[in-house]
Structure formats: structure tokens, C-alpha cells
């Protein structure tokens, strides 16, 4: 059983930075996939950012040049880095990773943390 849990979180000026942090625990074997999704109140939920094993990312538009996506295997833990941070970045933002084990993949989603950009 592998537990997410996002820290890093909180409230922040239009132009302000934040770093939020996902820590795995549990009984991890490897980590293929790991992403950062938001949903603000009222919509969907949004892909933002993802990252392979190989270190390959990937970003939505409206974050591109903004946020950074990086990992740390040997703490287990996955960062997203948000830079000039505007007021539509407001939501719950969720981590999720994907490993193959036992011929199948498992699916793993942190609780969420909010950050909250203010005008």
C-alpha cells in the first residue's frame, strides 16, 4: 500500500512562488508516473504537470514557463516549483503516481492542498 500526501500549499500574492512537495510511503517498488492535477470550484479536474521515471515532463499550456516538475528518488517525493502565480492557478492541487507491479498497474492519489492566489 502506498500513501501521497501534498504539503507545500497556501496563500500567495498575484506574482508570488510556491513549492508544494509529495511524499510516498509505504511499500513502493517504482514509481513509472508521477503527476500533479487542480480542480478549482466548479470545474473539472486538470492535468498540469507529469513526469516519467526517465525524467521525461510534460505541462499544460497555461503553466508552461511557470511551473517546474521534478523528482526526488531518493526521498520519495515529487515537487512542482510555481512561479508567477496568478489568481486562475486558485484550486485543490492533487498528486498522483502509477507503478507497474504484479503484472498490472496500481494508481495512487494524495488527498490534496490548497493553494489560493489572491489579486
Known amino acids: 500500500q502506498v500513501q501521497l500526501v501534498e504539503s507545500g500549499g497556501g496563500l500567495v500574492q498575484a506574482g508570488g512562488s510556491l513549492r508544494l512537495s509529495c511524499a510516498a510511503s509505504?511499500?513502493?517498488?517504482?514509481?513509472?508516473?508521477s503527476r500533479w492535477y487542480r480542480q478549482a470550484p466548479g470545474k473539472q479536474r486538470e492535468l498540469v504537470a507529469s513526469?516519467?521515471?526517465?525524467?521525461?515532463?510534460n505541462y499544460t499550456d497555461s503553466v508552461k514557463g511557470r511551473f517546474t516538475i521534478s523528482r526526488d528518488n531518493a526521498k520519495n517525493t515529487v515537487y512542482l516549483q510555481m512561479n508567477n502565480l496568478k489568481p486562475e492557478d486558485t484550486a485543490v492541487y492533487y498528486c498522483?503516481?502509477?507503478?507497474?507491479?504484479?503484472?498490472?498497474?496500481?494508481?495512487?492519489w494524495g488527498r490534496g492542498t490548497q493553494v489560493t492566489v489572491s489579486s
Open positions: 498522483y503516481a502509477a507503478e507497474w507491479r504484479g503484472s498490472k498497474w496500481s494508481n495512487y
Open positions: 509505504g511499500s513502493i517498488f517504482s514509481i513509472n508516473l
Open positions: 513526469i516519467t521515471s526517465g525524467g521525461s515532463t
